[in-house]
Structures are given as C-alpha cells and as structure tokens.
C-alpha cells in the first residue's frame, strides 16, 4: 500500500500548476489538485485572455476612424459593455472547462477547495487530511492596493472584468503594464481616461527609449497622463468619487482602479507552520530545481515573484513535472524571454535593455528607428511606430530588440526565436524582408545611433 494518498499534490490550477500536474499524471505520478477559485488561475479568469479580449474591443474605435482616409464611411457606432463582458465570460467558461479536462483527462483527481499545508506532506482541503509525497505551490499572486485614507474605494483588475457598466470617468493609478493596458482599454471604448504613477516614467524595467516613445504616444489617443503623481486620499461625493493627489491637485471620477502591483498570494497558506522561508512580500524562496527549503515542497509561477509572465509558469511547471518524474532535466532558460504591453500602441520586448547591455557586455552598438507607419500616411493618424537593436560589438550578437508599435507582441516573438538561436547583425543584416511591412524596418536599420 502506497505511503502517501498521492505521489504530488498541486495547491492552485493557474497555468503552471495546471502544466505540472498534467504533465506529473502523464509520467505515472499519482496527482491531486486543489482550487478555490477557478480553473485557469489569474491569466485565463482576470488576466492575460480577457484583458487582451478587452484589448481588442478598444482598438475598433481607432479602426473606425482610420477607415474614413480609405475611402470608408462607417455609420454611427455604439458599443454596449455587458454585451462585451457577456461573450468574454461565455468565453472564459469555455476556457474553465478546458482546463478542467486537462486534468481530468490526465488522471489528475481535482479538489474545488481551498487547501492548505498541515505539515510537510499533508494538506487540509475539502475538510479532510490529505496526504502526499511532494506538494508543489502554484497559487499565483494577487493585486495590492496600498493603504491611505479612502482605498476601500478603489478596484483592481480583479473587479474591472465585472463592472456592471463602463464608467464614464476612470482613474487609473500605477506604472505597471497592468496600469497602462487598461488606461488604453477604456479610453478606447469611450471613457474619460487619467494615468496617475508617482515616478518620473511608466513601465519600469523595460528599455528607456521605449518607455519615453510609448509616454509621448499614449497622450495622443486622449489619455490625461500624470507622471510623478500620487494619491493622497479618495473620498464619495455627489459626483461619484473625489481623489486628492500628494501634489494639490484633484480630480472627480466615477472609478478608480489600482493597479500598483501584485504580492504572492500565500497569506493563510500554512507556510509558515513548514517552515518554509519566504520573501518579505510573502514570495516562496526556491533554488533552481524550483524546491524550498522544506524538501517535499516546491513552488513555481508568480507565487515566487521572480519572472512573473504566464508562459514561463508554464515552463516552470514543465521543467519540474520531467524533474521528477521524466527521464531528463529540461531546465528552463530565462534568457531572452519576450515580453509584450498591450498597450495602445503596443509595446514589445526581448533581451536587454541598453541600460542592461552596457552594464554586462561592456561596449555595443545602437540601432534606432521611429517612423509613420504606411497605414498612416493616408489614415489621418499621427501614430508613430519605434523600432531599436542593441548588438554586442564582441561578437556582434543582436542582444535586445524593442519595438513600440502595432502589433508589436506579434513581431517580437519571432524576432525572440532569433535571438534565442544566437542571430548576429550581420544574420539580419542579410535577412530579406518582407515589403511592405513595418517589421522589415529591423532587417534594414544600418546606421548606428551616435
């Protein structure tokens, strides 16, 4: 008789602990897996799908206006957000389905329960003790609103995918790509849009020069752009809601949504009754084998605040599943990992920034490229498209690509895959692109910025 009622059991089915459980079943282990929510975790529920579903819907307003420079008269559109929301939940559960026999399908048991460690194999859920060999955490993260006088007046992302209506005037407080997506998001779709950030510049950790792009770009699709601005405090009033901001200034709105951060979701996870080591925010500490300092436990994805993007969770839970249970290690390589901000325009981005590239190769060489992409020249569109390489001057390896354009996430991962393969300038140099297109811009750029 076994020691243990499963060989691995998984706390959270988001996208990694989804991907190691399945894979686990896959390769023999015994697999439980306990979720209190919904299946999919953050990125299928309130995150990556319906985000960019909402994404798309705010872009028809701009298409709309562009079509009348081709020869197009388009009637008077409406729009009608619980229609919007509607089909984006019959979509999402449809989603939840999926993901729900992927793991069926697999062998894996599911517990619609929140579960939480007991001991070092054993987990409460369901009302009962249950036990395991390994238990791995995959619980994801969580939105932080900071306290100050009147937070309990703002919503996160959490709460924007169910507002009853689309507000008229929003707030949109933080400089993440959470921040800046959905400050695109309803002003596309019509409201009266303000992006308050307390620093001096958006999107921290991505290249300067595509930060400063997107900062001139954005105000032009009539978003009220408010850099080293913070909220003091938020109170009701007749109008809706009144924010006071550290600098003097106020503004009325009828919803204010923060959008500061995420903190590992692992308050009441019985963590600390293991003994496992955590970060301050509440991040699991794992080594490379994504294992704790408690043997039998293990975490991957967002829940330990290292490379929070959907797809490495994904890789993460992958890696483990054949660790443990496969044949071979397939270690996940977290260079050159593409990254896109929906934002409106788009910005995409793979390997270092220019700040980065300096400070690990030493001396490189610039590209640089913004320009009126050919859609424009007859839409009416003042929109401006940004292209840059970084190359290593050593080895002449093309070591960052970042665009701020259409369309933008599209491009960069199949620039990622070249990168990946270790492309040279000279490789897209003698590249032939594809005409006309605004992507043949990173095969054409010959002149270094001085």
């Not at 686990?24 to 985000?51: F, H, I, Q, W």
């Not at 992006?195 to 900062?215: I, K, M, S, T, V």
Request: net charge negative; glycine share 10%; hydrophobic share 40%.
């Amino acid at each position: 008789m076994p020691q243990y009622d499963y060989d691995l059991f998984v706390i959270g089915a988001g996208s990694g602990g989804v991907r190691a459980a399945r894979m686990s079943a896959g390769l023999g282990a015994r697999v439980g897996v306990a979720e209190d929510r919904y299946m999919g975790g953050t990125c299928v529920n309130v995150g990556c799908v319906p985000k960019k579903m909402l994404v798309y819907a705010s872009h028809f307003r701009d298409e709309f206006e562009d079509a009348a420079g081709f020869g197009w008269t388009v009637k008077p559109e409406s729009f009608d957000w619980s229609k919007l929301i509607a089909n984006k939940d019959k979509e999402i559960g449809r989603l939840n389905g999926i993901y729900e026999s992927l793991l069926t399908n697999a062998g894996a048991d599911i517990f619609n329960a929140r579960a939480t460690l007991t001991d070092p194999h054993t987990v409460a859920v369901d009302g009962r003790s249950v036990t395991a060999e390994r238990i791995l955490v995959a619980v994801g993260g969580w939105p932080y609103v900071p306290e100050f006088p009147g937070n309990e007046h703002a919503i996160t992302s959490n709460e924007a995918f169910f507002l009853p209506e689309l507000p008229r005037r929003v707030l949109v407080v933080g400089g993440g790509y959470v921040a800046v997506e959905f400050a695109g998001i309803f002003n596309g779709l019509g409201s009266d849009v303000t992006l308050a950030y307390r620093g001096p510049l958006f999107l921290r950790g991505f290249d300067d020069d595509a930060r400063e792009f997107l900062a001139r770009e954005i105000p032009k699709k009539g978003v009220d752009v408010r850099f080293e601005t913070d909220v003091a405090a938020i109170t009701k009033s007749s109008g809706g809601l009144a924010v006071e901001f550290d600098n003097g200034t106020s503004l009325e709105c009828d919803v204010v949504m923060y959008a500061t951060g995420r903190r590992p979701f692992t308050e009441n996870l019985g963590l600390e009754a293991c003994g496992v080591k955590q970060r301050d925010n509440g991040a699991i500490i794992v080594n490379e084998r994504y294992a704790t300092n408690v043997e039998s436990i293990y975490a991957i994805g967002d829940v330990t605040d290292r490379v929070n993007l959907t797809p490495v969770a994904l890789a993460e839970g992958m890696s483990l599943a054949w660790d443990l249970y496969g044949e071979d290690d397939k270690d996940v390589d977290y260079e050159f990992i593409p990254s896109a901000v929906f934002s409106q325009p788009n910005l995409g981005s793979v390997g270092y920034t220019e700040t980065e590239a300096r400070d690990n190769f030493g001396d490189i060489t610039v590209y640089k490229s913004s320009f009126t992409a050919l859609k424009h020249t007859i839409s009416g569109s003042d929109e401006k498209t940004m292209m840059k390489l970084i190359v290593d001057d050593a080895s002449d390896r093309v070591i960052g690509v970042h665009m701020v354009g259409p369309d933008a996430g599209e491009t960069i991962q199949g620039i990622a895959i070249a990168l990946k393969a270790g492309a040279t300038k000279a490789v897209f140099d003698r590249t032939i692109g594809i005409h006309p297109t605004a992507a043949e811009e990173f095969v054409t750029m010959r002149e270094p910025v001085g």
